[in-house]
């Protein structure tokens, strides 16, 4: 349950509004969309695709920041991991990663435990610099990665995926090795509300239960139960306030 609706707002707004003042309309000339439906829903049309592209850092992040806040005694948001792994963490992860590409059940229990103790073994390598989309250290100093996704993530890229969260846990062992970890997949909500997510599409590379939260499951577990809910009436509600700001500014596409 969100117990500052009007600061929530605020955030959501002000995401919005920092938007507006980075976002430059793509130029080129469309006549026959421009003349059938209009430059300023052209306009909007554009804005839109733009921000479907960036919702994740622009919106979810900050929002998922402040939810946070009152709950983990950590919350950080594109949080520099680290970057040094060792050469034999590495051969780990590959090997789970070969073990289910071939069937085998996932166990990431397992998996965080045989990373663990080859996290500190072996030749050190340096990777390019890891950001965590959402770091959260819990009262009990419990760790929490969230890589933040898409509604549809593409089916091809959960070994990418899997990967990237197996990745991490070598990187916070090396530095941490008696750490209690956890990292998972977001999705902010479920396209095919009322019916359940397809979560099948994950199963086989993805620990369903431990690797993954979806809709309300996430923000339930950011900010208490019926935090979905609310964190929904937050969003129409800044919407309701912004309508003035948004209809004047796609107006001077008109």
């Not at 680290?82 to 069937?103: F, W």
């Not at 250290?137 to 899997?162: A, R």
């Not at 609310?230 to 129409?236: G, N, W, Y």
Request: with cysteine.
């Amino acid at each position: 349950m969100i117990n500052n609706k009007n600061h929530i707002v605020e955030t959501i707004k002000n995401c919005l509004r920092d938007k507006f003042l980075h976002y430059l309309p793509e130029t080129q000339n469309m006549p026959f969309h421009y003349r059938l439906l209009g430059k300023d829903r052209m306009a909007l049309f554009s804005f839109i695709q733009s921000l479907n592209t960036t919702f994740g850092t622009s919106i979810y992040e900050p929002v998922a920041k402040e939810l946070a806040k009152p709950n983990f005694k950590t919350v950080e948001t594109q949080f520099k991991l680290g970057s040094i792994i060792t050469e034999t963490a590495q051969k780990e992860i590959q090997k789970i990663l070969n073990n289910l590409s071939m069937g085998k059940d996932v166990d990431k229990l397992d998996e965080i435990e045989r990373i663990r103790k080859v996290s500190q073994a072996g030749k050190e390598n340096n990777l390019k610099s890891v950001n965590v989309d959402l770091f959260l250290v819990s009262k009990n100093n419990e760790v929490f990665m969230f890589d933040l996704k898409t509604v549809k993530p593409n089916i091809t890229d959960f070994t990418s995926y899997k990967r990237n969260l197996l990745q991490w846990l070598a990187i916070y062992f090396y530095q941490n090795p008696k750490a209690k970890i956890h990292t998972l997949i977001s999705i902010p909500y479920n396209p095919y509300e009322p019916k359940p997510y397809a979560r099948w599409t994950m199963k086989g590379m993805l620990d369903l239960k431990n690797e993954l939260m979806i809709a309300g499951e996430f923000w339930d577990f950011l900010g208490g139960k019926n935090t979905y809910i609310d964190l929904l009436d937050c969003f129409e509600k800044a919407g309701i306030e912004l309508r003035p700001d948004i209809d004047k500014y796609f107006s001077r596409f008109k």
